[in-house]
Nanobody, 120 residues
């Protein structure tokens, strides 16, 4: 079993910054990919940023140049630094991870979500 615990959400004014964290725990052998997704009210969940076990990362066009994803492999933790936040960034942000368990089975897991609200 793998658990993902997110933190760092909250209320911020437009133009402000937040940093989200997501720590993975459990019988993990390796994590190949970690990412952040978000879901606004009445909308489908969408990818925000993804980072692979190397140094590759991709971003949604809407957040390029404002958000930065990074990971600490030793801590099985992924971060999302969000700058220049806009009201349209308001959503529940979910962490996702995929990799291999110590049993050599593959896993995919989601966090419980953390609310980010951008409003004056």
């Amino acid at each position: 079993q793998v658990q993902l615990v997110e933190s760092g959400g909250g209320l911020v004014q437009p133009g402000g910054s937040l940093r989200l964290s997501c720590a993975a725990s459990g019988s993990i052998s390796s994590i190949n990919v970690m990412g952040w997704y978000r879901q606004a009210p009445g909308k489908q969940r969408e990818v925000v940023a993804v980072i692979t076990s190397g140094t590759g990362s991709t971003y949604a066009d809407s957040v390029k140049g404002r958000f930065t994803i990074s990971r600490d492999n030793a801590k099985n933790t992924v971060y999302l630094q969000m700058n220049s936040l806009k009201p349209e960034d308001t959503a529940v942000y979910y962490c996702n991870a995929g990799g291999v368990l110590t049993s050599l089975r593959r896993f995919g897991a989601w966090g419980q979500g953390t609310q980010v609200t951008v409003s004056s």
